[in-house]
T-cell receptor, first 114, second 114 residues
Framework: GENVEQHPSTLSVQEGDSAVIKCTYS??????FPWYKQELGKGPQLIID?????GEKKDQRIAVTLNKTAKHFSLHITETQPEDSAVYFC?????????????FGKGTKLSVIP | SAVISQKPSRDICQRGTSLTIQCQVD?????MFWYRQQPGQSLTLIAT?????????ESGFVIDKFPISRPNLTFSTLTVSNMSPEDSSIYLC???????????FGDGTRLSIL
């Protein structure tokens, strides 16, 4: 089955700086890669996703890039703000188990220091 | 996106008892899933709740311990049976519309077993 590795596990940045979180996946047939933000006491919230036919997608301060050859994808947050502090999870679809299922990385705790 | 309500939001239970968690969606969805998130950990899929038929369980999870119902396209329940302290976790419901649509999560049920 699919395996997703996520780095770093913790990340601290100064407010206004950029943050980058990286994930690698093992199944070259995976074709969908969402990112979720989980705040304390809440469920994961989808913030951006990308499909394998696209190399980059941007939504305001958030962007995701995908390198299918290397099997890795990254989340980029620019001009970070204190409200960006949360745990971020990457995920990949697992077509071997049915295209609806997701395999998650272990998460990155992002702290934005004012 | 769909509005997902989980009940209860949290509970403290005695060892050996069972608890049923409800997940209600405000619109019909194709897929409903149940995840477990142990403290400080990532999300692990327990099972896919199938409407009108038995749920599909992932490796390591069994129906006797985690019976699931899905009577219609907007509602599902997960029961955690014969609980032990190791079952202390956040239990999350997620939903997905038709093929290719993103998964969205409820805020979870925070369960502590004494």
């Amino acid at each position: 089955g699919e395996n997703v590795e996520q780095h770093p596990s913790t990340l601290s940045v100064q407010e206004g700086d950029s943050a980058v979180i990286k994930c690698t996946y093992s199944d070259s047939a995976s074709n969908y890669f969402p990112w979720y933000k989980q705040e304390l006491g809440k469920g994961p919230q989808l913030i951006i996703d990308i499909r394998s036919n696209v190399g980059e997608k941007k939504d305001q301060r958030i962007a995701v890039t995908l390198n299918k050859t290397a099997k890795h994808f990254s989340l980029h947050i620019t001009e970070t703000q204190p409200e960006d502090s949360a745990v971020y999870f990457c995920a990949a679809s697992d077509p071997g188990a049915g295209s609806y299922q997701l395999t998650f990385g272990k998460g990155t705790k992002l702290s934005v220091i004012p | 996106s769909a509005v997902i309500s989980q009940k209860p939001s949290r509970d403290i239970c005695q060892r050996g008892t069972s608890l049923t968690i409800q997940c209600q969606v405000d619109s019909q969805v194709t897929m409903m899933f149940w995840y477990r998130q142990q403290p400080g950990q990532s999300l692990t899929l327990i099972a896919t709740a199938n409407q009108g038929s038995e749920a599909t369980y992932e490796s390591g999870f069994v129906i006797d311990k985690f019976p699931i119902s899905r009577p219609n396209l907007t509602f599902s329940t997960l029961t955690v049976s014969n609980m032990s302290p190791e079952d202390s976790s956040i239990y999350l419901c997620s939903v997905q519309g038709g093929g290719g649509q993103p998964q969205h999560f409820g805020d979870g049920t925070r369960l502590s077993i004494l």
